[in-house]
């Protein structure tokens, strides 16, 4: 069996990559609508952002609307492969111990 | 390694956060498409209390223009979004539900003007509060906050009608969009 991937098995991780991957390829989140579907506070939501972005799974785009800065984030080809491996992986998980006789 | 349980919660987290961004996404589009729709109906229900002779006039015109928009808003939307919120199905629906509200309240039926300012906008309601069972609570709390004030304005408002449905249909609208777009 596959193993699971360790960025993305953190709770706020794995919610931050489930949102990003329930966008079309092309399209990302502002950091503030991030912050609300995660329930996360500022710094811990950054905080886990970056190890993302580290791990190469998330692009970070920084712009100003307006005179307003705006972080949005996007997964990246990579952080979607990942995270669909993570998915197989935890389904997988699920079917074996279906499979176990008792 | 994780049991089968944990894998589930996982499982089941993942599914709730998208289906949080797919309503997310939905109130987004939606938003906008208040906002505009409540503009014109503001301005029409106002073209019907100055000048009431025209009435007919402005609400072909109003609801043109706002078909018009709803088309430009999704074309707009889709580079960024990849859903098209208004398409030639949409179109098809919008006309025949106007068709279907037009045999009943001018050929069937013979509606005053202070009807047909109460039942158009309850029966658009309508499609809000059913649209509302699949996409999210808001579009059942818009369309159910305006209907009743529609059917309070119809008994309870006298000659200052049109200008009650301007503020709560036309205004409500607008809220409800602006509601949407923070939620």
């Known amino acids: ?102 | 390694m994780i049991d089968s349980q944990q894998a589930s919660e996982a499982l089941a987290e993942i599914n709730e956060v998208a289906r949080r961004v797919r309503q997310s996404r939905i109130y987004n589009l939606a938003s906008l498409m208040l906002i505009m729709w409540g503009v014109l109906v503001f301005a029409g229900y106002l073209g019907s209390f100055w000048l009431p002779r025209y009435a007919g006039y402005f609400w072909i015109a109003l609801n043109v223009a706002g078909v018009a928009g709803s088309f430009a808003i999704s074309a707009f939307g889709y580079p960024k979004t990849g859903i098209r919120t208004f398409d030639v199905r949409m179109l098809i629906a919008f006309l025949l539900f106007f068709a279907f509200g037009f045999l009943c309240t001018s050929v069937l039926g013979q509606f005053t003007p202070r009807q047909m300012g109460a039942v158009w906008p309850i029966y658009f309601m309508l499609l809000y509060i059913i649209a509302g069972l699949w996409m999210g609570h808001a579009f059942v709390a818009i369309g159910l906050g305006i209907s009743v004030l529609a059917l309070v304005g119809y008994f309870f408002i006298g000659d200052w009608f049109d200008l009650w449905m301007a503020l709560v249909d036309g205004g409500g609208l607008i809220l409800g969009g602006l509601w949407m777009r923070r939620s």
């Open chain 1, 1 to 102: 069996m596959a193993e699971l991937d360790d960025i993305i098995h953190q709770p706020l991780r794995l919610k931050i990559m489930a949102a990003l991957n329930a966008l079309p390829a092309t399209a990302g989140l502002e950091f503030s609508r991030l912050k609300k579907l995660t329930g996360a506070t500022d710094g811990n939501l950054g905080a886990h952002i970056e190890t993302l972005a580290k791990a190469g799974y998330v692009a970070v785009d920084k712009a100003f609307v307006g005179k307003k800065p705006q972080t949005t984030v996007s997964a990246t080809a990579s952080g979607r492969g990942a995270f669909a491996r993570h998915v197989a992986t935890l389904q997988e998980i699920i079917a074996a111990s279906a499979r176990r006789p008792e």
